[in-house]
C-alpha cells in the first residue's frame, strides 16, 4: 500500500505564491506517474499537473506557465510550485500516484489552498 500526506495549503493573496508538497511512504517502487488534482465546490475534480518517472510533465491549460511540479526521489516527495496564484485556483489540492503491477491509484487526503484578497 502506498500512503500519501498533502501539505503547505493555506491563504495567500492573488498574485501570490505558494508551494504544495507530497510526502510517500509504502511500496511506492512501482509507481510511474505523479499528479496533482483540485476540486473547488461545485466543480468536478481536475488534473492540474502530472509527471512521469522518466520526468515529462504535463500541464492544464489554465495553469501552464505558473505552475511546476517537481519531484526529490531521494526524500520521496513531490511538489507543487504555484506562483501568480488567481482566485480562480481556490481549490482543494489532492497527490495522486498510479502503480504499474497493480494498476491502482493512490489519494492523499487534500490541502485547501484559497486566494483572495
Known amino acids: 500500500q502506498v500512503q500519501l500526506v498533502e501539505s503547505g495549503g493555506g491563504l495567500v493573496q492573488p498574485g501570490g505564491s505558494l508551494r504544495l508538497s507530497c510526502a510517500a511512504s509504502g511500496s511506492i517502487f512501482n509507481i510511474y506517474a505523479w499528479g496533482w488534482y483540485r476540486q473547488a465546490p461545485g466543480n468536478e475534480r481536475e488534473l492540474v499537473a502530472s509527471?512521469?518517472?522518466?520526468?515529462?510533465?504535463d500541464y492544464a491549460g489554465s495553469v501552464k506557465g505558473r505552475f511546476t511540479i517537481s519531484r526529490d526521489n531521494a526524500k520521496n516527495t513531490v511538489y507543487l510550485q504555484m506562483d501568480s496564484l488567481k482566485p480562480e485556483d481556490t481549490a482543494v489540492y489532492y497527490c495522486n500516484a498510479k502503480d504499474a503491477i497493480s494498476r491502482m491509484n493512490y489519494w492523499g487526503k487534500g490541502t485547501l489552498v484559497t486566494v483572495s484578497s
Open positions: 509527471i512521469l518517472s522518466v520526468g515529462l510533465t
